[in-house]
């Protein structure tokens, strides 16, 4: 069924458009894993999976062979639009509805060919790791961690926040070259804080409740390894087993 309301939704867009275009669904993503996939002429690759109403989803394509450029449609469970990406290579909303969602990825102007690779994340419900990518998870004051990235990928470190509470996060490159990007997430999935193109990140919480710490590459095109330090400089502890 689903099959078939998308092949409706491609007909429909040729009519308009005047454009043949052709689906190919490339199976179900979870929060925490990372897919890859390649784009032909005029394909719209579509990927799956279930979310709540309330959730705070991020989605990431990126491009990482030939020159074209990633665009993201997300389809809620009633094949309705819900958001769109379109020329960048990141989507972040909150979801409107309970039900099975798509991800379509194409080609922005539908006529390069390359591939790509998408990473997805529920920041609300998680789980923020898989078994192709360990990367993330609870973290405490005073605790260092170490990780992996590869183009598209976000790794999620969570960790009990009070409002006023001073916080430092450090996350530095320690093979390859790339440039680490943090941003602070909030308990109601707003982007609080970023680090931009530096390493450290270090700001007073403005709420009380779970917060989340992305680490990513800059342009999300890149990979290396990282080390990432946390502290929380008014409640402790500042040091770790």
């Given at each position: 069924m689903m099959f078939k309301k998308i092949v409706f939704m491609v007909l429909i867009s040729i009519l308009c458009c005047s454009q043949t275009l052709w689906a190919e669904y490339m199976g179900e993503i979870v929060s925490g894993e990372t897919k890859t996939g390649s784009i032909s002429m005029a394909e719209q690759d579509f990927w799956t999976f279930e979310g709540n109403e309330g959730d705070r989803v991020l989605i990431r394509a990126v491009v990482t062979a030939y020159a074209w450029n990633t665009e993201m449609i997300l389809i809620d469970p009633d094949q309705l639009t819900e958001t769109t990406s379109g020329y960048g290579d990141s989507l972040n909303c909150v979801l409107a509805k309970t039900g099975t969602y798509t991800i379509l990825v194409q080609d922005y102007n539908l006529d390069d060919v390359g591939n790509y690779s998408m990473t997805f994340l529920n920041l609300t419900r998680g789980p923020l790791t898989s078994s192709g990518d360990p990367d993330g998870g609870s973290i405490v004051s005073g605790q260092t961690v170490s990780g992996w990235i590869s183009p598209s990928d976000v790794d999620a470190y969570q960790f009990p926040g009070v409002e006023g509470d001073r916080v430092l996060i450090r996350a530095v490159v320690t093979?390859?070259?790339?440039?680490t990007a943090i941003i602070l997430v909030d308990p109601?999935?707003?982007f609080?804080?970023?680090s931009g193109y530096g390493d450290s990140l270090s700001c007073f919480l403005?709420?009380?409740?779970t917060y989340t710490i992305l680490v990513q590459d800059y342009d999300y095109?890149?990979?290396?390894?990282?080390?990432?330090?946390f502290l929380n400089l008014t409640r402790g502890p500042l040091t770790s087993s």
């Open positions: 093979a390859y070259a790339w440039n109601d999935g707003e609080e804080v970023t403005a709420k009380t409740g095109v890149d990979d290396g390894n990282y080390s990432m330090t």
